[in-house]
């Protein structure tokens, strides 16, 4: 599985980039925003800090002036993946940049058909919304298990399930039990998955018995 962060916080993307653990990044136009920061200029740096997928999104939503946003955000980097709203609109700039080699990322996802049209339009990744399912009393994680099962039957496609609108571990850990390929997190909840209060305890155990030893590793 791997492990996107869901923020345009280049410091954040620093510090998670530095564990290791980190396989790309996906922003959105509200998280652009509150950086306050210059768009390309932004996208440009995140590119140079992860080597895997950057989504970046088109602000436009009619045809014509999304495929020159993302002609010109696939530009950017190697690494870019264009983000399209789940629109006929979109899904039509999907093809033409899926056709022309460039990875689109298809955002607003809310419905396993949705998914479909997504896959057959040639998307890289498919962002189904999660918590904002849930934050509305329906099954958000219902919807990652229709598109897993769905996919899965059709080996031709090559969409990748992306889980997005992720609010805490066990939504990562659902997934993983599904088996989809991506999860973008906000920072706070990457960082929660090391959490346990028997590890802290343990460890501060392990460390005051080792003391007792009075020998040195190194
Ligand atoms: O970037 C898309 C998605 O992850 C947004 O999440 O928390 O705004 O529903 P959220």
Redesign the pocket.
């Known amino acids: 599985m791997k492990f996107f962060v869901?923020t345009a916080d280049i410091n954040e993307i620093r510090d998670l980039a530095a564990t290791g653990l980190l396989d790309g990044v996906?922003?959105?136009p509200?998280?652009v925003a509150k950086t306050g920061k210059n768009f390309l200029d932004l996208v440009a740096e995140i590119c140079g800090v992860v080597k895997g997928p950057v989504s970046a999104e088109v602000a436009a939503t009619d045809y014509e002036t999304m495929l020159k946003e993302g002609r010109k955000i696939s530009k950017i980097a190697k690494n870019i993946a264009v983000k399209v709203p789940l629109t006929p609109a979109g899904l039509k700039v999907c093809k033409a940049l899926a056709d022309d080699g460039i990875m689109v990322n298809v955002?607003l996802c809310f419905t396993p058909a949705q998914a479909i049209l997504a896959a057959k339009a040639g998307a890289k990744f498919i962002?189904p919304?999660v918590?904002?399912l849930d934050d509305i009393s329906t099954d958000g994680m219902a919807l990652i298990a229709d598109i897993v099962q769905i996919y899965e039957n059709y080996p031709d496609w090559n969409t990748e399930v992306l889980v997005?609108?992720?609010?805490h571990p066990v939504h990562i850990v659902e997934s993983a039990k599904m088996g989809a390929h991506v999860v973008?997190c906000?920072p706070d909840v990457i960082r929660k998955l090391y959490s346990h209060p028997l590890t802290d305890k343990g460890l501060v155990t392990f460390v005051e018995d080792w003391k007792k030893t009075g020998q040195s590793i190194l």
């Not at 997005?164 to 609010?167: D, G, I, M, Q």
């Open positions: 869901d996906t922003t959105n509200s998280l955002t962002s919304f918590g904002r997005a609108s992720v609010r973008t906000p």
